[in-house]
C-alpha cells in the first residue's frame, strides 16, 4: 500500500502590534531593596487568536532549544516530539493496524501531549495552527483528526514552547492537553550541509539537508531549509522477536510451553471453510460404503493441506496435497491451520520525504513584512496482512466453479483436477407432517 501526501502554504501578512499572552511573569514587590530582587525571563508562548482572553496565573512551559533540539538527533517530528517527556504514546501513525485496511496512514504522526489522546493537542508554526492532516480515526468511540508533525521543518526550527497544561479557554477546545509551538530559525545568515546515513539487518535510511539565510542592504531577512529522506521497508519476519505471532515455540521448557495465549494468530484461517447449501442439511461422504469416512454430516467442511497430520483427512488426497475435513477451523488440531499475520507486515514502511521551509521579513518603518512558504511531500510504502471477508458478507461458490470439489467432472471435455472422486450426498428425509 502506499500513501501520497502534499502539504504546502502561503502567510504573507504585515502586523503594527501584536497582543500575545504572557505565560511566565516576573513577580516583584516594592518592599524589597532592589539590590535583593530576584529578576525572572518571562517566556512568551504566542498563537491564541481568542479575543478576550486572559491569562491571571503563570503556566507550566517547557523551552527546547536548537541544541537540545540538535542533541536529539531527530530527521523528523515524529522523532522529536517522541523525545519529549511530555508525549505521550503515538496513536496516529503509520504503523497502526487496529482498524485494518482503514488505518492505511502513510507517513503521518501526532503529538499526544500527557496522554490525553489525539487531536487535544494544538500544534502553532510561529504562532498559527497548522493544517490537519485529510484523515481520522476512532479512540474512545470519537473521531479525531491531528496535525502531522513529520512535515515539520526539523533542521530548520529553532526552539519549542510546550505549554503542558491544558489551555482550552485561551486556544480553544483543540488544546486540552497542551499546546506546542513550533518557532523556526527566521535570523539564520550563512550555508549549511548535513547529511546522515543509518542501517541495521533488513533495512537503511539515509536524510540530506541543507539551511541558508542571508540579509538583504535593506534589512530584510530570507531563509530557506530543505531536506530529503529516503529509508527502505523494514519487515517484522526481518527480527525474531516479530517474524511470527506464535510465540509458543520460545517457552518450549518453561512452565508456559503449553499456554496458548501466546499464539496470536488469526483464526481468519487462509484454508477455505464451507458449508454446502442446501436444507435440510446433507451428510457427504465417498464412496456409497458407510465404512468410509464422513466429509460432513452438517454440511460445514474445512479445506487443509495433508501435512496436518494430527487432524487427519475425511476424504482422498486431491490436487496432490490437498483433503477435506469434516467441520469448521475450530480446536487444538487445526491451530496449526491460523493464519500467521506478521510475515505479511512491515514494521516500517519504505519513505520518500521531501521538506521545504522557506521565510522573509522585512522591516518597512513600524510596519513589518513578513511571508513563509512551506512545502511537504511524501509517499509511503507499506505492507500488511490481507483482510478476511466478514461473515456478514457470505461468499457463494456455484457448482460450476472450477475449484469446488463437488463440481462438474469435466470442463470442456477435461476431467476437473480439484472434483473429489466419487462424492455421494445423502440428504437426510423431512418427518412426515402430522
Known amino acids: ?42 517566556i512568551v508562548v504566542v498563537g491564541s487568536r481568542i479575543e478576550g482572553s486572559k491569562i491571571a496565573e503563570t503556566l507550566p512551559v517547557s523551552v527546547l532549544s536548537e541544541d537540545r533540539i540538535a542533541a536529539t538527533g531527530s530527521v523528523s517530528g ?34 499526544n501531549l500527557r496522554s490525553v489522546g489525539t487531536g487535544n493537542t494544538l500544534v502553532l508554526v510561529n504562532g498559527r495552527r497548522m493544517i490537519l492532516t485529510p484523515g481520522t480515526q476512532t479512540e474512545n468511540f470519537v473521531p479525531v483528526q491531528t496535525a502531522n508533525t513529520n512535515s515539520l521543518p526539523v533542521g530548520a526550527t ?75 521497508p523494514l519487515f517484522a519476519s526481518e527480527r525474531p522477536f516479530a517474524a511470527s505471532e506464535n510465540h509458543m515455540p520460545a517457552l518450549v521448557g518453561t512452565p508456559w510451553e503449553a499456554d496458548t495465549g501466546f499464539d496470536n494468530r488469526s483464526t481468519s484461517s487462509p484454508w477455505g471453510a464451507f458449508t454446502v447449501v442446501a436444507t435440510p442439511s446433507p451428510t457427504i461422504r465417498q464412496g456409497t460404503s458407510t465404512t468410509l469416512p464422513t466429509l460432513t454430516t452438517s454440511g460445514v467442511f474445512h479445506i487443509e493441506p495433508i501435512t496436518n497430520t494430527a487432524a487427519g483427512c475425511s476424504s482422498t488426497v486431491f490436487n496432490n496435497n490437498l ?60 505492507q500488511r496482512e490481507q483482510s478476511a471477508p466478514i461473515s456478514s458478507a457470505v461468499i457463494t461458490i ?37
Open 158 to 232: 529553532r526552539r519549542i514552547e510546550v505549554l503542558r497544561d491544558g489551555a482550552a479557554a485561551v486556544y480553544g477546545a483543540d488544546a486540552v492537553a497542551g499546546v506546542v509551538n513550533v518557532v523556526t530559525d527566521d535570523k539564520y545568515q550563512g550555508l549549511r550541509f548535513d547529511t546522515r546515513y543509518g542501517s541495521a539487518d533488513g533495512t537503511s535510511e539515509k536524510t540530506g539537508a541543507i539551511k541558508a539565510g542571508f540579509k538583504t542592504k535593506s534589512g530584510g531577512r530570507f531563509t530557506l531549509f530543505g531536506s530529503y529522506t529516503k529509508r527502505t
Open 1 to 42: 500500500m502506499s500513501k501520497n501526501s502534499m502539504r504546502a502554504g502561503l502567510l504573507i501578512g504585515c502586523s503594527i502590534f501584536v497582543a500575545t499572552p504572557v505565560f511566565a511573569q516576573t513577580a516583584t514587590t516594592s518592599d524589597q531593596p532592589e539590590a535583593d530582587t530576584e529578576t525572572k525571563e518571562a
Open 398 to 434: 456455484p457448482t460450476t466453479n472450477y475449484y469446488n470439489p463437488f463440481g462438474p467432472t469435466t470442463f470442456n471435455g477435461v476431467a476437473n483436477p480439484n472434483r473429489l472422486p466419487n462424492p455421494v450426498r445423502t440428504v437426510p428425509r423431512k418427518p412426515p407432517h402430522e
Open 78 to 111: 515524529d522523532d522529536l516530539f517522541r523525545s519529549i517527556p511530555q508525549a505521550g504514546d503515538v496513536q496516529f501513525q503509520e504503523a497502526r493496524t487496529t482498524g485494518n485496511l482503514n488505518d492505511a496512514r502513510g507517513d503521518n504522526a501526532s503529538i
Open 323 to 382: 483433503c477435506l475435513k469434516s467441520g469448521g477451523i475450530t480446536g487444538t488440531t487445526s491451530r496449526v491451520l491460523r493464519y500467521d499475520e506478521n510475515p505479511d507486515r512491515t514494521i516500517r514502511g519504505g519513505l520518500d520525504r521531501i521538506n521545504l521551509f522557506s521565510t522573509f521579513r522585512q522591516e518597512l518603518g513600524s510596519v513589518e513584512l513578513f511571508g513563509e512558504l512551506g512545502y511537504y511531500n511524501a509517499k509511503l510504502e507499506g
